[in-house]
């Protein structure tokens, strides 16, 4: 389904840029944010690997696509804002746009896991605001 490779694209660059930020983490809060990165990127790992596999299990190829490129160093909070506005950007997309689409088209267990994804996001970017201030 086009839509569910859609979304497996935006959690893998979420993913991975998550995963960048605990190997390039630096600063007096380098031990509590390379740890908190490392379990939220774990966590979307998990995430990731449950949409393509929904998306096999509908009949589908899972698609990856990566486009995401970050060369320069970036300061903590920056990162944790970064991070904590992605999570809320999907979030908003699953609730206004995508849940609805997977409602429409008549297909509950995508919808069942999509509000399982939107939940998650919703905890980790109340972990990155909280963190960041
Ligand atoms: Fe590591």
């Not at 486009?67 to 320069?72: C, P």
Request: hydrophobic share 40%; proline share 4%; aromatic share 6%.
């Amino acid at each position: 389904m086009k839509l569910l490779n859609t979304i497996l694209k935006e959690e893998l660059d979420l993913y991975l840029e998550t995963w960048n930020y605990h190997w390039n983490i630096e600063g007096p809060l380098f031990p509590s944010l390379h740890k908190l990165f490392e379990e939220q990127y774990e966590a979307l790992r998990e995430l990731v690997d449950e949409i393509a596999e929904r998306e096999r299990a509908l009949g589908g190829v899972a698609e990856t696509r990566v486009a995401l490129e970050i060369k320069k160093q970036r300061p903590a909070k920056e990162m944790l804002t970064t991070l904590a506005e992605r999570h809320e950007g999907l979030s908003a997309k699953m609730k206004s746009e995508w849940i609805p689409k997977l409602e429409k088209a008549g297909d509950p267990g995508s919808v069942d896991l999509l509000t399982r994804v939107l939940q998650e996001h919703d905890k980790m970017a109340w972990m990155l605001r909280a963190t960041a201030k």
